[in-house]
């Protein structure tokens, strides 16, 4: 089966998108729950005063921060009405929306996976019946590159990584040290750096650490419905317990 993976940016009438064409600094990541959205606001910039009083009209903010790399805040909010909305749209025309929406300078960016190229035409011709919209890509996938929405950006991943350790853990992965069977060595590794061998490994471990880390609470959201044991965990507890 053919499907299609296509990206689209959209300019109507909604709050956020013209927050953002107001502050082009702006970001906004949106992602629509049953009676709300979680917006993510982002701005490299120090926001201005009417900046932060448009965000607290926009809903209930849950998170906040400023520091030099910019200013961070994620909201609740029920601003802004799903009824005949794009993403209704989508689902008319069998094409799956992939969240977030990113609200960037005035436009909305949505990525939809369609299972035929004649719903993302049909799907173009009814948006550019009532909006402003362009076509950036559209390319073919297999089954297997659905992509799965997530709940944060990826950045959030590397979070508190360095740029050393970073490099030292893509340099491991391009060589095939995370490969079975691997292809490398740690001693190999380091002999093609500038640095001593305890300096390489310190840096890969603890990048590995981190990012073990950073993505335990997105591993914990994909496994938390989930009633499965496969490990035998509750089994070896409950030898455990007999045992004692």
Known sequence: MS?????IRVKHECPYRRISERYPDLTIREWPLSDCQVL??????TPTDELLDEINEI???LYESADDNGYHVVTQSCLCSLEDSVIDRFEEHNCLYQSPTIYRQGWEHYTVVAFDGEDVRELLESLRSDREIELL???????TQIPHSMLAPANQLFEDITDRQLAALQFALERGYYEQPRKTSLRDLAEQTAVARSTYEEHLRKAENK???NAGQFLRLVTATSTADPLG???GRGTEQAAD
Do not use: M
Request: net charge negative.
């Open 3 to 7: 499907l299609y993976e296509a990206s």
């Open 40 to 45: 993510e606001i982002t701005t490299e910039t």
């Open 59 to 61: 809903g209930t903010v």
């Open 137 to 143: 890509s559209k390319t073919s996938i297999s089954e």
């Open 211 to 213: 990012l073990l880390t």
């Open 233 to 235: 965990v509750e089994s």
